[in-house]
């Protein structure tokens, strides 16, 4: 994250921060976990459960569930 003060056109001070785009981090899925295989109907509506699986470089913990995206739609909720 930068900061940096500037001077408006209008006289006054200010202090602008500018933060870069998160990182995208692409991760393993298990679709409706507990079935196997992992059933996928991909005409039906209906909510779809999902885990991320993490790594041992990557904690699940660590994620922000309002930053995460499944082929453009977010969850309806999380645990």
């Not at 870069?20 to 298990?30: F, R």
């Amino acid at each position: 994250m930068d900061a940096f003060d500037g001077q408006p056109s209008d006289g006054s001070d200010a202090t602008f921060t500018i933060s870069p785009p998160s990182e995208v981090i692409y991760v393993d899925l298990d679709i409706k976990p507990g079935s196997c295989p992992n059933p996928l109907n991909t005409r039906s509506n209906a909510v779809l459960p999902v885990a991320i699986l993490g790594t041992d470089v990557f904690d699940v913990n660590d994620i922000d569930p309002a930053t995460v995206m499944l082929e453009g739609v977010s969850p309806l909720r999380w645990n």
